[in-house]
């Protein structure tokens, strides 16, 4: 019955590793987001895409590619991890008319 | 200025007391107005959201807005352990993008 989910929910990689984190949201919604929440606790958007499109793009480095096969799966692939990449990655969806948004439980990334 | 800006605490309220969560945004065009608990090292969950200039209650949570002013409250009555956690105040503009502000850490005392 879980709305949105995450894979893995941990994930402990060494300094130029490539990781994929998968989400998926059976709520039938159709815009999915990346957030990362970093070790201050703040919560930043990194892209969104609405109905497999992107349409939020945030200024992320060119290591982070999202890709969304269908709608209800939105997948982040990181390149060449770095050490400042270790945060919590949430997935979360949401549906008009209010937008309010569901979060996934979360993929602590540890890069090291 | 930050986008959307919150006092990140800690408050610190008594069990039973009403805590007040205050959140102040930039944007005039912003449409709509949320408020998420995370509790620590949990996802955020939304409590509730609002659009209209006013109250809106939800059992133990009121939110409120005033557009005018660029405000938006959440007031948590007969306050409980329980509702110990970050509360983050998060803004829609007309677009598809949600700013989160940086939370306020809230403590209940028993």
């Known amino acids: 019955d879980t709305a949105v989910s995450q894979t893995p929910k941990y994930l402990v990689t060494q300094m130029g590793n490539d990781k994929s984190i998968k989400c998926e949201q059976n709520?039938?919604?159709?815009?999915m987001y990346w957030y990362k929440q970093d070790s201050k606790k703040f919560l930043k958007i990194m892209f969104s895409y609405n109905n497999k499109e992107l349409i939020i793009n945030e200024t992320v480095p060119n290591r982070f590619s999202p890709k969304s096969p269908d709608k209800a799966h939105l997948n982040l692939h990181i390149n060449s991890l770095e050490l400042g990449d270790s945060a919590v990655y949430f997935c979360?969806?949401?549906?008009?008319?209010?937008?309010?948004?569901?979060f996934g439980p979360g993929t602590r990334l540890t890069v090291l | 200025q930050k986008e959307v800006e919150q006092n990140s605490g800690p408050l610190s309220v008594p069990e039973g007391a009403i805590a007040s969560l205050n959140c102040t945004y930039s944007?005039?065009?912003?449409?709509?107005f949320f408020w998420y608990r995370q509790y620590s090292g949990k996802s955020p969950e939304l409590i509730m959201f609002i659009y209209s200039n006013g109250d809106k209650e939800d059992g133990r949570f009121t939110a409120q807005l005033n557009k005018a002013s660029q405000y938006v409250s959440l007031l948590i009555r007969d306050s409980q352990p329980s509702d110990s956690a970050t509360y983050l105040c998060a803004v829609r503009s007309g677009g598809f993008k949600t700013i989160f502000g940086a939370g306020t850490r809230l403590f209940v005392k028993a």
């Open positions: 709520l039938g919604h159709d815009t």
């Open positions: 944007d005039r065009g912003s449409q709509s």
């Open positions: 979360a969806s949401s549906q008009p008319p209010h937008n309010e948004q569901f």
